[in-house]
């Protein structure tokens, strides 16, 4: 559709956001792709912006304007969160976001604190992602550390399949059980912390059956970033883990059955748990 926009449109801009490129295949013809490279940088009919993280100025602006605040005023706390967020703005964002309502509360936001009592309000991702799950539903939290397992991509099926295990689910209440883990994952979305995989095929293990009563609605979803997968798996447990880990094969070789012999690929990730 988009190739024929572009060959055949007048008066038409069109706008697209994608990650970079290089770090997962292309999802367009690669033809296509080529020309718009080759020619249409040439015609200007094409322009690639590489979005690349914030330099400290940039964070700077980012506080002052929150806060407002001077420059020069916020120096430290600026240097702050651009040494803890790598100038990765999702980051600076959601500690600055901490960070003010921490200041709300104690009144650091006046112009009289000094530096000094500023700073200590900032933080670290690591207290930032702690303070965000503890501020969770407990089977938002378990769900997610199922999923953190599972991959940085996962199905919901699969966390829905695992936990019918563990918490031995009785065949009427499979139904019931898989649309509160479903709920649960759709408020983890709403904060941020997953988004929904809209494109098919960019999961490629599965440990859940396709007859699953609420196969229809299943889905895929993706932390929005890897410090939250990354910080959740260092705040489970290890047994738990295990455990985890444990199901999850059990649950790969009941839904791959005997087809699990022949696929070296799946069973590369069984013995990976």
Known sequence: IIELLYHHSLNLMIIGTTRPVEEE????????????????????????ITLSPMQ?????????????RNEDEIERISRDVFNQSGGMPNL???????????????????????????CNYVGNIGELILNRMDSLPSSVRTHLNLGAILGSVFDLLDVVTVFEQYRGV?????????????????????????????????????????????????????????????NILRLTLD??????????AESMETAMGEELANDYRALTRLFSH
């Open 25 to 48: 295949s292309l999802k367009i013809d690669k033809g296509f792709w080529n020309l718009l490279h080759e020619k249409g940088l040439e015609t200007n009919q094409f322009s690639e």
């Open 56 to 68: 400290q100025s940039d964070v700077e602006k980012l506080i002052a304007a929150s806060l407002g």
């Open 92 to 118: 600076a964002s959601e500690i600055l976001e901490n960070f003010y309502k921490k200041s709300e509360l104690s009144g650091v936001t006046s112009k009289q604190e000094t530096e000094e009592e500023d």
């Open 170 to 230: 009785r065949d009427d209440e499979r139904l019931k059980h898989a649309k509160s883990v479903h709920e649960s994952l759709e408020e983890a979305v709403r904060k941020g912390i997953l988004e929904i995989v809209k494109k098919e095929g960019e999961i490629q293990a599965r440990y859940s059956s396709s007859d699953h009563p609420y196969s229809a609605h299943n889905r895929t979803y993706k932390f929005t970033h890897d410090v939250w997968r990354s």
């Open 239 to 248: 047994e738990w883990k295990r455990d985890m880990h444990t199901l999850i």
